[in-house]
């Protein structure tokens, strides 16, 4: 990876950017390692060096780089809060507003949870996704 010339990796698959947090820790290469994450490995070593492997960890809200800091003091400095807004074009009519349940995006969505879960409310619900509204 070395041969390649880039000033950092950001990395926005899970799985991908603890693998490559565990061999700069390890290491491997020098590069930083930048990703948006929801959660981190429970502790051990290999969890240690996961964490330490990260140059800087995004949380997409307050609460949960808060939650991530409170778990994991040691990356109080290396986390920081981006609030990317809508991941996918949403077609809103603020015209007519209505009340609903909004879940928007493209990647790793339970749509069948939300749905089983919308089933016990009397809201409305609208999915937006790559593909357009669901109603």
């Known amino acids: ?18 693998g490559l947090a565990f061999l700069r820790s390890a290491g491997l290469f020098r590069k930083p390692i930048v990703a948006p994450l929801f959660a981190l490995p429970p502790g ?10 990260f140059s800087e960890i995004i949380g997409l809200s307050k609460l949960q780089a808060d939650m991530l800091i409170r778990r994991y ?4 400095n290396r986390v920081s809060v981006q609030c990317w807004g809508w991941d996918t074009n949403v077609e809103h009519n ?17 749509f069948r949870s939300f749905c089983v879960g919308m089933k016990h409310t009397a809201a409305r619900a609208k999915i937006y996704g790559p593909h357009g509204c669901l109603d």
């Open 94 to 110: 603020r015209r007519n507003p209505e009340n609903f349940v909004l879940s928007a995006g493209r990647t790793m969505r339970d």
């Open 1 to 18: 990876m070395t041969k390649f010339c880039f000033d950092a990796i950001y990395a926005t698959n899970h799985a991908t950017a603890t």
């Open 44 to 53: 051990g070593r290999i969890s240690k060096m996961i964490r330490h492997g």
């Open 73 to 76: 003091p040691e990356i109080v």
